[in-house]
């Protein structure tokens, strides 16, 4: 009997401490935050648009319904390109998109984007999470008002469109070709036009003539654009962007405003997106690959080995020079740069040494 009081007592008091201390913070939890996110995506385009509502539906889901985002395509609420500045001045509180579309606010951000024979999908998670990516990241965004995450990534991607075939680097001569960041200015020293476009501008300029090959994503997100009825040539690998980073900035005063509790929902969620992003491109790019070979008869190339040297070349200056653009810039290469030399070291002991040992098991 006395055990038992012993319990009850315990028990009640141990109840009314807890409703204590889950009253107070009840009041505060009581505050729903309701953001909007700009993309610069067409809305619900699969793998981009779609990442950015995964991204908003497992935060709502994560906060409980404290803290929801509403997401709009690009164009909807703000133009794509205009996405940085609407988020960086609070128009949206949240934005999606890849960082290398703002090399005119600072040529420093390409890096948490694609960097030509960069790192991979894996190796750029690294470099951001234990690498020291992610504080230069923060330290460059701030400046906008804005606070950066990794949010997904495409994987490798696929060297482009074109409506020739490309058998040396001398048929980029003249060349008009969609592709941004760091890999545009390649192929710009190369002697292509380069056009930076959102997205739902390509296929109609490929259709029209107005560019002659265009870069996108990989066969899943290139197959439901269409392109392959624009163009006929496939070209791999994606030298210019071997793992792209899909990125969320946050408006930092509403960022700031939030709850440590929110604010932490964010961080992981955007860590979630990442590797949702990346198991859907991995699990769905080899359908999409013979569906375009197979059925809409597109044809297949590898780029020449020449000019994949002649691009690395002209890479490696690219970047250098991109380095040398901004303090900020310089430091973002240097831990960037030293981080490639080491995975590139165990790459090719690690996944590198296991994709030669494993085609041994596989039948062709
Ligand atoms: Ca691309």
């Known amino acids: 009997m ?30 729903k935050y309701r953001w909007k996110m700009v993309t610069t995506w067409p809305k619900n385009f699969p793998g981009l648009g779609t990442g950015a509502n995964y991204l908003a539906d497992i935060i709502d889901r994560m906060s409980g319904g404290r803290l929801t985002v509403k997401v709009y395509g690009g164009g909807e609420l703000v133009p794509p390109f205009e996405s940085f500045d609407a ?9 999606h998109a890849a960082a290398y579309y703002w090399k005119g606010k600072s040529p420093a951000a390409q890096f948490f984007a694609a960097v030509p024979y960069g ?41 482009g469109w074109f409506n020739k075939e490309i058998n040396s680097v001398d048929d980029y001569k003249g060349l008009k070709m969609r592709m941004p960041g760091l890999g545009g200015e390649v192929i710009k020293r ?5 056009v930076n476009l959102p997205g739902g501008e390509i296929f109609p300029s490929l259709q029209s003539g107005a560019i002659d090959a265009t870069e996108w994503v990989g066969p899943y997100n290139d197959l439901a654009f269409g ?66 070979v197979q059925k809409h008869k597109v044809k297949l190339r590898k780029f020449p080995e020449a000019v994949l040297k002649k691009m690395a070349e002209l ?11 901004s303090p ?11 981080f490639r030399n080491q995975s590139a070291n165990w790459n090719r002991i690690g996944e590198a040494g296991f994709s030669a040992a494993r085609s041994l098991a596989i039948k062709s």
């Open 2 to 31: 006395k055990r038992r009081s012993f319990i009850k007592t315990v028990g009640t008091a141990g109840l009314a401490t807890g409703a204590l201390i889950a009253g107070a913070p009840a009041v505060h939890a009581q505050k």
């Open 87 to 95: 988020v960086s001045q609070g128009t949206a509180e949240m934005g």
């Open 119 to 159: 790192l991979n999908a894996d190796e750029m998670a690294g470099w951001i999470h234990y690498g020291g990516g992610q504080k230069l990241w923060d330290g460059l965004y701030a400046d906008f008002n804005l606070k950066p995450y990794a949010v997904g990534n495409t994987g490798v991607q696929m060297g």
């Open 227 to 292: 392109f392959y009825k624009a163009a006929s040539y496939y070209y791999w690998p994606g030298w210019h962007e071997p793992g792209t980073v899909l990125e969320a900035f946050v408006n930092k005063k509403a960022y700031d405003a939030l709850p440590s509790d929110l604010q932490a929902v964010l961080d992981q969620a955007a860590k979630a997106a990442y590797n949702d992003m990346l198991s859907e491109f991995t699990a769905r790019n080899n359908a999409a690959l013979v569906e375009l």
């Open 328 to 338: 900020d810039s310089k430091a973002v290469f240097e831990s960037f740069d030293n």
């Open 315 to 325: 890479s490696l200056e690219v970047v250098a020079d991109a380095a040398q653009a």
């Open 190 to 194: 190369a002697g292509a036009t380069v």
